[in-house]
């Protein structure tokens, strides 16, 4: 079956403006996690949705990030007013759940995201 | 606070050669360790997990709760082993993984 997919793959954007990134798990994982992967930083975690409900939020860098999923499926991270400092590459994973036994992440290809 | 800590960026090791990344880890109770690897244009996969005690490509590791450490080991380094290793941790109870900042591993011919 098809993995996780992410898109844009690359994205270039002007500092400033706003930007969504897309995250498709695999079908019927119910976890679904956002990550951040920077030179020197290894890998950063944003936030961790349970479902459509995020319990753990705790890794997002500032009120300028947000997050949302609908539907138990689909997610998107939203980055406002980006700066050169969130150029990094994000990467998305779902899980078939956060219990024991279920919590191996499954990762998406990443987008690249470039702040001029 | 659940911490991992892969203390090298950088790891070069010849062809045929032993090689050890290590993990140390910071939690009260009782973890469950992973290892993830990257290669080069690939996404990040599971490697192997403490629990299932089992040797994925060659590469062993173990759980060493004296020393909290969860060191991945192969006696033999292959060229293809070279690409960035991250070790993981769960601490018990319903949350995410807690990942190291990775260890590139570059394995020369």
């Known amino acids: 079956g098809a993995g996780v997919s992410q898109s844009p793959s690359n994205k270039v954007t002007e500092k400033g403006k706003d930007v969504e990134l897309r995250c498709d798990p695999i079908?019927?994982?119910?976890?679904l996690y956002w990550y951040r992967q920077s030179l020197g930083q290894g890998l950063e975690f944003l936030i961790y949705f349970q479902g459509n409900s995020a319990p753990d939020k705790s890794g997002l860098p500032s009120d300028r990030f947000s997050a949302e999923r609908t539907g138990g499926s689909v997610s998107t991270l939203t980055i406002q007013r980006t700066q050169q400092e969130d150029s990094a590459v994000y990467l998305c994973?779902?899980?078939?759940?956060?219990?024991?036994?279920?919590?191996?992440?499954?990762f998406g290809p990443g987008t690249r995201l470039l702040v001029l | 606070a659940q911490r991992v800590t892969q203390p090298e960026k950088l790891l070069s090791v010849f062809k045929g050669a032993p090689v050890e990344l290590k993990c140390n880890y910071s939690y009260s109770g009782s973890p469950e360790l992973f290892w993830y690897v990257q290669y080069s244009r690939q996404r990040l996969q599971l490697l192997l997990r403490h629990i299932s005690r089992e040797s994925i490509k060659g590469f062993t590791a173990d759980l060493n709760k004296g020393e909290t450490s969860f060191h991945l080991k192969k006696p033999f380094a292959q060229e293809e082993d070279s690409a960035m290793y991250y070790c993981?941790?769960?601490?018990?109870?319903?949350?995410?993984?807690?990942f190291g900042k990775g260890t590139r591993l570059s394995v020369i011919a």
């Open positions: 079908s019927g994982h119910t976890a």
């Open positions: 993981a941790l769960r601490p018990s109870g319903n949350t995410p993984l807690v």
């Open positions: 994973a779902s899980s078939y759940g956060p219990l024991a036994g279920q919590e191996t992440q499954y």
